[in-house]
């Protein structure tokens, strides 16, 4: 079986992205379904949920301070927040690519710095080809699955993670220390990159991801088929 897997996107350029991730969850086993703002979402009728990169996300939803070159939508901040607490609600799983792991963090009560390179002094990367370095948390999820050596990945972002949304741990930093990745510590599965596996898939850490997350996917639809034959046979005993 082939769970589905509902990808949000940019209206401006998930046209372009789309496909790469969608190839993804194929390569994992799965199938998927396009949502983007405007058009209809629905958790209930998906297995899976990825939330895309992209546009910045508005601090009104954090209580920041908005910065001038921030590229907002706010309704897709409404459409992918909604969708992330509606997910968690529901029990399937989550992959948060880019602004997707900024917004899983934010959807989860955490807040984002706006300008992370110029907190940390760091150096920006912005490019689909791996050239940034990403060192892995040990006794993490994101261990468990791409293991702990050094990761070298791509970087298009400008915000980052700040303050931790509930039930959230950190799974990977950069050499400055600038957070790269988050999890959730309990069921269900939630895992945010803060780069863009999308684009390395010929790299088999990078498709355990896109793995990770199919097979919690098709675990969930499993659970939920099983349970009108339990309900069934509770009432033949009853």
């Known amino acids: 079986m082939r769970p589905l897997i509902g990808i949000s996107t940019s209206r401006r350029t998930g046209w372009r992205v789309y ?3 969608a190839l993804g969850v194929w390569l994992a086993g799965g199938r998927s379904r396009r949502w983007q703002a405007g058009k209809r979402a629905e958790v209930t009728n998906v297995d899976g949920v990825i939330v895309g990169g992209g546009d910045d996300i508005s601090p009104e939803l954090y209580g920041g301070e908005l910065v001038a070159t921030a590229v907002l939508d706010p ?5 992918e927040r909604c969708l992330v607490e509606e997910a968690m609600t529901q ?3 989550v992959l ?3 602004r997707g792991a900024q917004m899983l963090n934010v959807a989860l009560g955490g807040n984002l710095y706006q300008d992370a390179y110029a907190h940390y002094g760091a150096r920006k990367h912005s490019t689909i080809l791996p050239k940034k370095d990403v060192v892995v948390e040990p006794d993490t999820r994101l261990a468990a699955l791409a293991g702990t050596e050094p990761m070298r990945v791509n970087a298009l972002h400008s915000q ?3 303050r931790l949304g509930a039930g959230l741990r950190v799974a990977a930093r950069d050499t400055s220390g600038m957070v790269q990745a988050v ?3 309990e069921e269900p599965f939630a895992l945010g990159v803060q780069w863009h596996p999308e ?3 010929y790299a088999h850490r990078q498709r355990a991801l896109f793995r990770a997350l199919v097979a919690a996917a098709r675990a969930q639809a499993q659970h939920r088929a099983q349970l009108p034959e339990v309900s069934a046979t509770a009432q033949q005993l009853s």
């Open 183 to 185: 999890e959730r510590v």
């Open 75 to 79: 309704d897709r901040d409404a459409l």
């Open 91 to 93: 029990g399937k799983p």
């Open 19 to 21: 496909p790469f991730i």
């Open 199 to 201: 684009y390395l898939t």
């Open 160 to 162: 980052a993670v700040d």
């Open 96 to 98: 948060g690519i880019c």
